[in-house]
């Protein structure tokens, strides 16, 4: 994080301060951050580069400056790089039109031939819907980069992105200690009944309440010592890997697309080579994989999970198949579950939420001040490092997800 981005340690988001000049001179921004490596993307290509998209105003000075898309709300942050964006980049703004006025906007050529675009905030410049080829077709031949808020990518067909010459960023990395953490807050309400006891104190029966507190320890358990499968050791399954091993003990084992051993010697995992050994053998399987389109665990998976085991969510809700949970919660094939996302958002599925032995979130496991601080930075770095003065194109993106697609269009 630079210098000049403030670190918040409350929970709140004060007003906004006004919004600088961007044709003041501001001093310097110094952009501190680390490229990820290759085992953090999806494959990349160092061999291939692009030039700038940009003139340097200060050669050229009556250039028109190239133009930014942002998307959705303001800055509310990281003012001073903005304001450097701003000295690079004309900024044009959507705000948050939905799809139709988007793709309006977007024949009428009505924000220009702009050369990236740039939504900070997860919640807001995505009412356009799915980023599909109906959309992503009528963007100009100009623009390179998509950088985003937020870790999942779901939403956006980056294959395709990429086959348009345009690199996609997601920011992972910025919500990983707060997705981590809700992560360990799952898996502790899995193993000692937390859902069980906040609902029946909550519900202010003394019955229930007694029931809770006579019957809860037959019931539950410490997660020291047991077996944590984590499905996806990427950003964040390793840092849940690190959390849960060193302050629980917890056995990390693993399975990826690849096996990432410079990891497994730091957390002591194993690696898993099929989803079914991992399955059979963890005490409680936790999802940190993208979702790349289909179902991972249904019916044929959960028969491969040791009875009495738990399941835990913080990826995609797509990923799992709903009917298929709640037969396997039914069966005593597992004996809890922890969801912070659902496969038909904002609808939780009422047999899950209704279960004593079932916490659900409500897809919050990654917000917090600190996320949000890092979502715009993020986005703004990845900018200036694929188009800014001091660009260089794609080896200059910090969070590329589609590397391995991109092609350079004639």
């Keep these: 994080m630079s210098a000049a981005t403030p670190t918040p340690q409350d929970a709140g988001l004060p007003p906004p301060p006004p919004v600088p000049d961007t044709n003041a001179t501001f001093a310097p921004v110094t952009l501190e951050s680390s490229r990820v490596s290759a085992s953090d993307t999806f494959a990349s290509n160092p061999e291939s580069t692009t030039q700038s998209a940009t003139t340097d105003p200060a050669s050229s000075p009556s250039a028109p400056k190239p133009t930014i898309l942002h998307l959705g ?108 953490d809700a992560a360990i807050v799952l898996i502790l309400s899995t193993y000692r009944a937390i859902p069980w006891s906040f609902l029946a104190a909550r519900s202010g029966s003394v019955a229930e309440f007694h029931d809770a507190n006579q019957n809860i320890a037959a019931a539950t358990h410490n997660p020291n010592n047991s077996i944590l499968g984590i499905i996806g050791l990427g950003k964040i399954g390793y840092r849940i890997a690190q959390k849960a091993s060193s302050a629980f003990e917890m056995k990390i084992w693993y399975h990826d697309v690849v096996r990432i051993e ?122 200036l490092g694929v188009l800014g003065r001091e660009g260089k194109g794609k080896e200059g993106a910090i969070t590329p997800v589609n590397l391995q697609w991109l092609r350079e269009r004639v």
């Design 262 to 383: 410079e990891r497994e010697k730091t957390v002591g995992a194993r690696w898993c080579e099929t989803l079914e050994e991992l399955l059979e053998n963890a005490d409680c399987i936790i999802i940190a994989t993208p979702f790349s389109g289909s179902v991972l665990l249904s019916t044929k998976q959960f028969a491969h999970f040791k009875p009495g085991s738990r399941l835990v969510n913080i990826a995609r809700g797509k990923l799992i198949d709903e009917t298929a949970l709640v037969a396997a919660l039914d069966e005593g094939r597992l004996s809890a579950a922890g969801l912070d996302v659902h496969a038909d958002e904002p609808h939780v599925n009422e047999s899950l939420a209704n279960r004593r032995n079932v916490m659900v979130l409500c897809h919050t496991a990654g917000a917090s001040v600190e996320s949000h601080v890092g979502f715009e930075r993020l986005g703004i770095e990845n900018l």
């Design 73 to 180: 709300d303001d800055i509310r942050w990281n003012h001073e790089l903005y304001a450097e964006l701003g000295k690079q980049f004309h900024i044009e703004r959507s705000y948050s039109a939905g799809r139709e006025e988007f793709k309006k906007g977007l024949e009428e050529k009505r924000w220009g031939e702009f050369v990236g675009m740039y939504r900070p905030f997860w919640n807001t410049g995505g009412e356009m819907g799915n980023w599909d080829l109906e959309l992503i077709s009528l963007l100009p031949k100009s623009c390179k980069i998509y950088a985003s808020a937020g870790a999942g990518f779901d939403w956006v067909d980056t294959k395709t992105m990429a086959e348009h010459g345009i690199i996609y960023c997601n920011a992972a990395s910025a919500c990983t200690e707060s997705v981590a």
